[in-house]
């Protein structure tokens, strides 16, 4: 089946990764999946603006040179991951489910809703605080100062509850 996306030059991808059958080894596995992300940054020319890591998916914010490979970086970020831990490739559907979560940021406000929602996910699925969650951005963002160290503990649900991009 052949997907439509939208390459608008110059955007930046909300990006959704999720495990096969929710495979909690994403965290286990944490140096492998940054040595995975490294080694595709080598080979192709991206940025990664905000990410969460969570056991069973991640999320992040790319922007690319060319808006069009972005497909590629992501099927090279899970070909990589599941060399690395030694599984058979290129039955990386054997770690990964095949597809994944894409939208094109719209506008700045959008980009603003997404950084949230990234970094809200570890009190989501964990209800751990973004400052407590190693695994993020999230201390990137505060030392820029778009975020209070204490930002969403746990009082301010109600504005990120509504967003669900899994």
Not at 103 to 109: G, L, M, P, S, V
Request: aromatic fraction near 16%; charge should be negative.
């Amino acid at each position: 089946m052949n997907y439509r996306r939208a390459y608008i030059e110059n955007s930046i991808v909300f990006i959704t990764i999720v495990t096969q059958n929710r495979n909690p080894i994403l965290i286990n596995k944490i140096d492998t999946l940054k040595h995975s992300i490294n080694e595709v940054a080598r080979y192709h020319d991206f940025e990664i603006i905000a990410y969460v890591i969570l056991n069973d998916h991640l999320h992040f914010l790319i922007k690319t040179q060319d808006i069009t490979k972005y497909p590629k970086i992501i099927h090279s970020i899970k070909y990589n991951f599941t060399k690395n831990v030694g599984v058979a490739t290129p039955t990386y559907n054997k770690l990964w489910q095949n597809r994944y979560w894409e939208y094109t940021i719209r506008d700045e406000n959008d980009l603003y809703k997404h950084l949230d929602y990234i970094h809200y996910n570890s009190v989501k699925h964990y209800d751990i605080a973004p400052e407590e969650w190693k695994y993020s951005s999230f201390e990137k963002f505060v030392s820029l100062g778009y975020y209070e160290k204490d930002w969403c503990n746990f009082g301010d649900e109600h504005k990120i509850s509504e967003l669900n991009y899994e």
